[in-house]
């Protein structure tokens, strides 16, 4: 069955230091790839998305790439603020399935000091 | 324009009551779907619902866990007997159609099973 894999945190790191968190999945078919964001006591929102293969999403310094040949969409940010601290997950949508239901990773939590 | 609301946010009950969680979708969407989010793991898929029809319940546990979405009136995840286990975050999300990067995540209600 489909899956996503994202890279064990907590991630702790320093204000301006660069950020990877990995996010490989398993899938048949070309599924849609997103990266959502948890912050403490809230529910998730929509960081970036990408829809096929090469495609690069980027919002707020954020970006990932679609990468069919690796099967991944890692997480990047050049330079971490203190209000990223949060949750990342890594999700993605089987469009074959019916409707838009979505697979997420476990999470990754960021935790970056000033 | 209202993003998803749900409520109750903090739903305490003792083992053996019933649990009802309510969630109204934005405005002109009229997709539904519920996911529960268990301590230190990712969302987990739960129900897909379209006005008055349940459309994927794959993820629901197959006893106590009942949804609806009416034609008037919030969706709602209703939850009978339960158990310790049912403690966790029940979030609500819904679209305007099947793409899943239409998705708006509600903050969610946190139940704590006694």
């Known amino acids: 069955g489909n899956s996503v894999t994202q890279m064990e945190g907590p991630v702790t790191l320093s204000e301006e230091a660069f950020l990877t968190i990995n996010c490989t999945y398993t899938?048949?078919?070309?599924?849609?790839l997103f990266w959502y964001v948890q912050y403490p006591g809230e529910g998730l929102q929509l960081l970036l998305k990408a829809t096929k293969a090469d495609d690069k999403g980027s919002n707020k310094g954020f970006e990932a790439t679609y990468r069919k040949e690796t099967t991944s969409f890692h997480l990047e940010k050049g330079s971490v603020q203190v209000s990223d601290s949060a949750v990342y997950f890594c999700a993605l949508s089987d469009r074959g399935n019916q409707g838009g239901k979505l697979i997420f990773g476990q999470g990754t939590e960021l935790s970056v000091k000033p | 324009n209202a993003g998803v609301m749900q409520n109750p946010r903090h739903l305490v009950r003792r083992r053996g009551q019933e649990a009802r969680l309510r969630c109204s979708p934005m405005k002109g969407h009229s997709h539904v779907y519920w996911y529960r989010q268990l301590p230190e793991e990712g969302l987990k898929f739960m129900v897909y619902?379209?006005?008055?029809?349940?459309?994927?319940e794959s993820g629901m546990p197959k006893e106590r866990f009942s949804a609806e979405f009416p034609k008037e009136g919030p969706s709602i995840l209703r939850i009978q007997q339960v158990v310790r286990g049912d403690s966790a975050a029940y979030f609500c999300?819904?679209?305007?159609?099947?793409?899943?990067?239409?998705?708006?995540f509600g903050s969610g209600t946190r139940l704590t099973v006694v």
């Open positions: 619902l379209q006005k008055e029809n349940i459309i994927d």
């Open positions: 999300a819904s679209s305007p159609g099947t793409q899943s990067y239409g998705y708006t």
């Open positions: 899938a048949t078919g070309y599924p849609s």
